[in-house]
């Protein structure tokens, strides 16, 4: 079993910017496929970004693409998302996810074994 527990969410204006963790634990983390996803209210779950454990091998929607950073600490077990000039229609909450004893990666929802409980990113006009 896996433990995921993201934190690092808050209220920020446009153009600031935030870091996003998430903490694993029960498996051995550099085993993992991991990413981040948000989701709008009244809209689907989508994909953020995703990172491989061998390369490690980075993955991004085209809309935060230069603006954000995932990267992982396998040491601390610890996922990071640093999102920078952010936006309004950044605001969201961001779940961290991830997929055990694997060299791929994936961008859908289905993919991913495990999920956190999400932390909510406002980001005002």
């Known amino acids: 079993q896996v433990h995921l527990v993201e934190s690092g969410g808050g209220l920020v204006q446009a153009g600031d910017s935030l870091r996003l963790s998430c903490a694993a634990s029960?498996?051995?983390?550099?085993?993992?496929?991991m990413a981040w996803f948000r989701q709008a209210p009244g809209k689907e779950r989508e994909f953020v970004a995703a990172i491989s454990w061998i390369g490690p091998k980075k993955y991004y929607r085209n809309s935060v693409e230069g603006r954000f950073t995932i990267s992982r600490d396998d040491a601390k077990n610890t996922l990071y998302l640093q999102m920078n000039s952010l936006k309004p229609e950044d605001t969201a909450v961001y779940y961290c996810?991830?997929?055990?004893?694997?060299?791929?990666?994936?961008?859908?929802?289905?993919?991913?074994?495990?999920w956190g409980q999400g932390t909510q990113v406002t980001v005002s006009s």
């Open positions: 996810a991830a997929k055990v004893d694997t060299i791929v990666v994936r961008t859908t929802t289905d993919w991913y074994e495990y």
């Open positions: 029960g498996r051995t983390f550099s085993s993992y496929a």
